[in-house]
T-cell receptor, first 115, second 110 residues
């Protein structure tokens, strides 16, 4: 049973380009969460998705950031027109279906560097 | 009051020592709590879950104090390999959306 898979592990983008980060949850998990960790800071929640639905996007910046979790395929976090301040580690986590407060398991993260 | 708060440390302790970290939370309705370990800004790895008064796993013990709204992590007989950042996390909102503390850095020395 593979864990949460994220790719790419490292991504370098020039200012103004688009960044696409992918996350495949653990088998049997239908809830996906994206977190961002800026240098020297803690993990901050960005968005919570279930298949084809955004449940909570309260942590997403208002502009340039979007997320989806289609019926088929991985969840995608998309950052348009990247700026240097977007450089961070982006972690995806997944948890099983249900309303309980279950453990969440993290992928290895994507380290985005904007040059 | 922050939703989840931790002392950032660093805690520098000799090998073999016992060390404890606290984490305070603001939402009195929280039912579960998690300690994660993060090495060198790699992915957080679940260390312990706390659903009632506490949990123990080998050298690690987590305790919950609902009245004072804090959880603690106790590490006995510290090893060099325990050096890491320990993150406290509390579900806030729907599903398993987690709010993390800023983490407590532990350095175990010879």
């Amino acid at each position: 049973n593979a864990g949460v898979m994220q790719n790419p592990r490292h991504l370098v983008r020039r200012r103004g380009q688009e960044a696409r980060l992918r996350c495949s949850p653990m088998k049997g998990h239908s809830h996906v969460y994206w977190y961002r960790q800026l240098p020297e800071e803690g993990l901050k929640f960005m968005v919570y998705l279930q298949k084809e639905n955004i449940i909570d996007e309260s942590g997403m910046p208002k502009e340039r950031f979007s997320a989806e979790f289609p019926k088929e395929g991985p969840s995608i976090l998309r950052i348009q027109q990247v700026v240097r301040g977007d450089s961070a580690a982006y972690f995806c986590a997944s948890s099983p279906p249900g309303q309980g407060e279950d453990e969440a398991f993290f992928g290895q993260g994507t380290r985005l560097t904007v040059v | 009051r922050k939703e989840v708060e931790q002392d950032p440390g660093p805690f520098n302790v000799p090998e073999g020592a016992t060390v404890a970290f606290n984490c305070t939370y603001s939402n009195s309705a929280s039912q579960s709590f998690f300690w994660y370990r993060q090495d060198c800004r790699k992915e957080p790895k679940l260390l312990m879950s706390v659903y009632s008064s506490g949990n123990e796993d080998g050298r690690f013990t987590a305790q919950l104090n609902r009245a004072s709204q804090y959880i603690s992590l106790l590490i006995r007989d510290s090893k060099l390999s325990d050096s890491a950042t320990y993150l406290c996390a509390v579900p806030t909102g729907g599903g398993n959306k987690l709010t993390f503390g800023t983490g407590t850095q532990l350095k175990v020395e010879l």
